[in-house]
């Protein structure tokens, strides 16, 4: 095969991307954008066609005060900001132990560990635990169900990326008189910066986003979250048809989320590529 072939089989394969992404992100998003912005007639039906009349203002002012996108943010922030953080620091510690100790034990701990990734967990059975224990319905309970669901991800990718780490800086830190908690801190922690910031947006979004499991835990509760607030729009009678509104509200949920990984793309990138193959 010659060279020009190869450069135009290159660029063949460039544009199918393109095209396929357009088809797979673009669409849906410009029907979400462009929805959002038309009257409560032209979106009962809602297409990719732009409004005759836009309401984009006046839409946004109503979805932020009928779906209180104020506490709904308060909330969110509440539950994902300590749920984030103690996975990742009682994660990235058990990956640490995990990947340094090689015994029968570890394995089946490590397969245990990670089993949270296919076994999603059962509603029922965390519901009434938070309740015999007296954290359902709270911010503290809804912590920590989504520690625990999302420990086994935390887990999965710093484990693989710890293995690659050269033992031997953890016996010059012995040498040196570090004790084990010094070693993680001072050697382990800070070269795992690629795959934390990879766990972080991956769990951050999945948090976020997270509906099912709020609405049994905090469903009823002075706690609400973005989510929970989108789903009390959108089962609302007076809400049912009107695309406009719930599309404006999903628009105001993401953006939050959307700058955080346009932020962060590249390192989720790296960091499940180094995680994967080291």
Avoid: C
């Avoid at 990235?92 to 990734?117: E, M």
């Avoid at 769990?203 to 009390?232: D, I, K, M």
Wanted: proline letters at 4%; aromatic letters at 8%; zero cysteines.
């Amino acid at each position: 095969m010659t060279r020009a072939h190869r450069s135009t089989l290159k660029g063949v394969h460039a544009l199918a991307v393109v095209i396929i992404t357009l088809i797979v992100i673009g669409i849906p998003l410009w029907l979400v954008l462009i929805t959002s912005a038309k009257s409560d007639g032209e979106a009962q039906s809602p297409d990719l066609t732009l409004p005759h009349t836009f309401q984009l203002v006046q839409n946004y002012t109503q979805a932020i005060t009928d779906g209180d996108v104020v506490g709904g943010l308060l909330g969110s922030l509440l539950v994902t900001i300590p749920a984030v953080i103690g996975v990742l620091v009682l994660g990235s510690a058990a990956s640490w132990v995990l990947a340094r100790r090689t015994s029968r034990l570890n394995a089946v701990l490590y397969s245990i560990g990670i089993s949270g990734i296919v076994l999603p967990p059962a509603v029922i059975t965390i519901v009434l635990t938070l309740k015999n224990i007296g954290l359902n319905g709270t911010a503290v309970g809804m912590i920590g169900v989504y520690m625990g669901m999302f420990m086994a991800t935390v887990i999965f990718f710093v484990t693989g990326f710890v293995r690659s780490i050269p033992v031997e800086l953890e016996e010059a830190a012995r040498i040196d008189g570090a004790k084990p908690l010094q070693v993680y801190v001072r050697i382990i922690l800070p070269l795992l910066g690629p795959v934390i910031a990879t766990a972080t947006i991956l769990v951050t979004l999945s948090v976020w986003n997270e509906v099912f499991y709020a609405f049994f835990v905090l469903g009823g509760s002075g706690t609400s979250t973005l989510p929970l607030n989108l789903f009390s729009v959108a089962s609302a009678s007076t809400y049912v048809k009107n695309w406009n509104l719930i599309f404006a509200y999903v628009v105001l949920m993401s953006l939050p989320m959307l700058v955080v990984f346009i932020i962060g793309q590249r390192r989720i990138v790296s960091g499940i590529t180094a995680g994967a193959v080291k």
